[in-house]
């Protein structure tokens, strides 16, 4: 069981717009450490798509965005294309574990 | 061009002990935090141990404090992760990453290598 809680699995059709929320608790997001998040295309090492919470690497394209609130945060990706569709990670700071946890991951589907 | 290389990965008893190497190129070295980050088969993401650049520092997740090891050279550019008491559940393939940010609370691994396989099995 992750600290910090993912869905499973979404999907959308090519063009919609898809979001992946990541919830955490007070020793984590809601303490004020950053979240980024990973995508993680089938049999690659993962890639950071989203840092500090809403900022893209350069090569990242603008479809992907990120917001935190609380104890929560999202990725939203709009005009979903196929290239999209892979696994999705978040990532904060738990200073209760002293250290840095993942969600358990989203898969993405393309329809 | 920033690469991360793992080498390292085997086929090991449970109780036994495997190091993993890191190469590092392309950035200087001694100027980043590095991670370890391993995914067992078909499941999802785990930080498992993490280095400062210079400072010594050392993090640990719970579930291999007192097994695992995490070092680094920075004169040879490595990075290593000695393990030992070895349990079927460490099954997983390991990345190397390099860790960017500008304190420890913000750090996200921007760099990733292309991993290592380690199978713990009798």
């Known amino acids: 069981q992750s600290v910090l809680t993912q869905p499973p699995s979404v999907s959308g059709a090519p063009g919609q717009r898809v979001t992946i929320s990541c919830t955490g608790s007070?020793?984590?997001?809601?303490?004020?450490?950053?979240v980024h998040w990973y995508q993680q295309l089938p049999g690659t090492a993962p890639k950071v798509v989203i840092f500090d919470n809403n900022n893209r690497p350069s090569g990242v394209p603008d479809r992907f965005s990120g917001s935190k609130s609380g104890t929560s945060a999202s990725l939203a990706i709009t005009g979903l294309q196929a290239e999209d569709e892979a696994d999705y990670y978040c990532?904060?700071?738990?200073?209760?574990?002293?250290?840095?946890?993942f969600g358990g991951g989203t898969k993405l589907t393309v329809l | 061009e920033v690469q991360l290389l793992e080498s390292g990965g085997d086929l090991v008893q449970p109780g036994g002990s495997l190091r993993l190497s890191c190469a590092a190129s392309?950035?200087?070295?001694?100027?980043?935090?590095m991670s370890w980050v391993r995914q067992a088969p078909g499941k999802g993401l785990e930080w498992v141990s993490a280095v400062g650049g210079t400072s010594g520092y050392t993090f640990y997740t719970d579930s291999v404090k007192g097994r695992f090891t995490i070092s680094r050279d920075n004169s040879k550019n490595m990075l290593f992760l000695q393990m030992n008491s070895l349990r079927v559940e460490d099954t997983a393939v390991y990345y190397c990453?390099?860790?960017?940010?500008?304190?420890?609370?913000?750090?996200?691994?921007?760099?990733w290598g292309k991993g290592t396989t380690v199978t713990v099995s009798s």
């Open positions: 990532q904060s700071y738990d200073s209760s574990l002293s250290g840095w946890v």
């Open positions: 007070s020793s984590n997001i809601g303490a004020g450490s950053d």
């Open positions: 392309g950035f200087t070295f001694s100027d980043f935090a």
């Open positions: 990453a390099k860790m960017q940010g500008a304190i420890y609370e913000s750090y996200y691994m921007d760099v």
